[in-house]
């Protein structure tokens, strides 16, 4: 190696650099998905906050039932989608393993097991408004169904993008420790 004030080493122009500064690949992999992965769990706060204070203008009657609708059975078991959220937000700066697989099981069982419920609790309401054009609950002014359906979309999108995102960096994770115990 060259010094600042001695001679270049021996059998070596200078060039040879540029393989210590490639990063490798699983390393670019884990950080690219760690970005995606915050940004959904940001997306999913929203939707969280925005649930949480339907639940509590609703409780503590801040507004007319006519303005914000009684939150559905399904809304309130959401809320503990906080806990997968939390996991996952532990997880990626020290890329702990486990608290990366509890949080995928959970979103599993707080995030999507109550959009799966809340879809069959709603339907029947879906379907009179669909077929009868009635509606009985509404979210400033919109059908709190529609309204709901919508959130439930982009919530299903947000929780399976952020479970396959997961997964994606687990084995990138993998990857890494299955080669460090190769060496």
Not at 32 to 43: G, M, P, T, W
Not at 147 to 176: E, N
Request: aromatic content about 14%; overall charge positive.
């Amino acid at each position: 190696m060259a010094s600042r004030a001695g001679p270049r080493a021996s059998g070596t122009d200078g060039s040879d650099f540029q393989h210590r500064e490639r990063v490798a690949s699983h390393y670019q992999m884990s950080v690219a998905l760690k970005s995606e992965i915050r940004k959904l769990n940001i997306v999913h706060m929203i939707i969280w906050t925005l649930i949480l204070a339907q639940a509590i203008v609703s409780q503590l009657h801040l507004v007319s039932h006519d303005m914000v609708a009684v939150p559905y059975h399904w809304e309130y078991p959401y809320l503990l989608s906080a806990i997968p959220m939390g996991f996952s937000f532990l997880a990626l700066p020290r890329n702990n393993i486990s608290y990366l697989v509890i949080s995928m099981i959970s979103a599993g069982l707080f995030c999507i097991a109550p959009i799966i419920y809340g879809g069959m609790e709603m339907f029947p309401v879906a379907q009179q408004l669909y077929r009868h054009g009635k509606a009985y609950r509404f979210i400033f002014g919109f059908s709190a169904v529609s309204v709901m359906y919508l959130v439930m979309v982009i919530a299903v999108q947000v929780h399976a993008w952020q479970i396959y995102y997961s997964k994606k960096l687990l084995d990138s994770w993998f990857t890494t420790t299955q080669e460090k115990k190769k060496k």
